[in-house]
Every structure is written in C-alpha cells, then in structure tokens.
C-alpha cells in the first residue's frame, strides 16, 4: 500500500461509509447503459475504474450478464465493495484491484465496457480517455461521467474555482471533440440532475460530518476537511446552473 498522509487517511475515513464517493445514482447508470448495444448472450467483460464503494458496480451487475474488475487506490472502499457484492449475491461477478487507474495491467483489447464515475479527473480527461483506449475492443464502449461547464458564459468566481481545481473543466461540445480526436464515436450523453448531486451526494455526507468529527476528536484536520467539503457543497448551491456532471457514452471506432 501506499505511503499516505494523515490527511489522505482523513479523507478515506469520511468517504467509505456510503454507497458512492461522488454525485450520481442508479437511473443515470442505467440511462448510461441504455446507450449501448450490446450482445444479449454472451459475458460482457467490464472494468470499473475509480469504483470507490461500488455504487455504480452493483447496478452494472445487477443488469448484466457480466464480469467486472473494479479498480480503486483505496482498499478500505474495495473491501465495503465486496462485502455488499457478497451480501447481495453478485461476489462472483465482481472482483477488484487495489491500483491506480493510470497504472491499469489489462490486456490489448481485452475489454468491452470501460465504466468510470466521477474519477477519470484524477488523471485528466484526454490522459484518461487515451491509456484506456487500448484495453478496449474495436466496437467496445466506454462510459465516463466528468465535470462540464453547463453554459458558456460564467461568473468569474466559478469559473477561477474551477481553473485552480481542474483546468481541463470544458463544455460538452468541446469534451465529445476530445473524443472524437482521440478514435471514439459518441453514442450518448446527457447531465447528471441536481438530485444525483445534493440527494445522493451532498445529503449523506452531510449526514457523516458529525460522527466523523466525533471520532477524530474534533482535529484541526478533521474540522478543516469538514470545511472544505461545506464550502464545496455550497458553491454547488450557488453556481449549479452553470456546472455539472457530464456523462459521456461512446464508442472506440479505431
Ligand atoms: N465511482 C465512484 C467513486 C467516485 S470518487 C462513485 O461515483 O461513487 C473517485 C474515486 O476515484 C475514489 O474512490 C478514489 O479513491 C478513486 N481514485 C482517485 N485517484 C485514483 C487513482 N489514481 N487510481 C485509482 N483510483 C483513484
């Protein structure tokens, strides 16, 4: 395992006991999903990256006959992962690999479905969407939900959030351009609705604030990294029109 700081260990702490690490939800999975074409019979196989807890693994396993490798840095989200794939009858379906998603050991074109939620920003987009083009099959899809500007113009504010935050933040157009450039076809796409982010995001995770202060003794990490999440969820509030969510299906044409 990694050498981590307190304040990544911090981190993983306030984010594992929760079905998902980031905004989204079961129907924009499925609406996701609902853009491919894909065999009826046969095993598709699956790599889900950035998996976190798995929230978007279940529903995948659940809808298809399927195999998934679940990749995460962090072995305490994998372990609540399988725990609730075992509890839930789906252990045979899903297994997982504690490694980083720019570090992958997959084989050439050994994948039909690249899935990956809020997490390719990690690596960046195009970064992203390049090294994983090679483990995909000619015809394989990837589904990628990443962080876009809503409109083109913005208040200064949002926008120097963002520049500071994650510079490769684009609109829509420009995103599925990156694509495009890089040998995928855009099959689909759409924004994820305000509900992904405050009632299956924002909401539970406000809910954990307290515990976790409880049993960090109210460090001054801990009430800094509180802080920090309030400050986001607040410029969320404040500037929702303009960003969200994008989820972006596509297909590897060369
Ligand atoms: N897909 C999940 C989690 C999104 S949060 C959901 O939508 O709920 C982003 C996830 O990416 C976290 O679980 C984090 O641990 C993971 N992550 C961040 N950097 C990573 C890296 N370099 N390699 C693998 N996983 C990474």
Redesign the pocket.
């Known amino acids: 395992m990694m050498n981590r700081t307190k304040e990544i260990e911090l981190i993983v702490d306030l ?1 594992r006991n929760s079905e ?5 939800s079961i129907e924009d999975t499925l609406k996701a999903l609902g853009f491919m074409n894909l065999p009826l019979h046969h095993n598709v196989r699956i790599a ?6 798995g ?2 693994t279940i529903t995948l396993a659940q809808h298809l006959n399927c195999h998934i490798v679940a ?4 072995p305490e ?1 994998l372990d609540e992962l399988n725990e609730r794939a075992d509890l839930l009858g789906f252990g045979e379906k899903i297994s997982t690999q504690e ?4 570090a992958l050991t997959f084989e050439k074109e050994e994948l039909d479905i690249i899935w ?4 390719i920003y ?2 960046g987009f195009e970064n992203g969407i390049r090294q994983w083009k090679d483990y995909l099959k000619i015809g394989g899809y990837i589904a990628i ?1 990443e962080i876009t500007w809503i409109s083109e113009a913005r208040p200064k504010e949002i926008e120097e959030y963002w520049e500071r935050e994650y510079p490769e933040i684009d609109t829509a157009s420009n995103k599925i351009q990156i694509l495009e450039k890089n040998g995928y076809t855009l099959c689909g796409y759409f924004f994820l609705s305000e509900n992904s982010w405050i009632e299956n995001y924002y909401e539970p995770m406000k809910a954990r604030f307290e515990s976790f202060l409880e049993r960090h003794n109210q460090s001054a990490l801990s009430r800094k990294l509180v802080d920090d999440h309030r400050a986001e969820i607040h410029l969320y509030q404040k500037y929702k029109d303009y960003f969200s969510y994008g989820f972006y299906i596509a297909r590897k044409s060369r």
């Open positions: 984010h998902r690490q980031g905004p989204g889900d990256l950035g998996c976190g807890t929230g978007q990749v995460d840095l962090f989200f490694k980083s998603i720019d990956s939620e809020g997490a990690n690596i939900s």
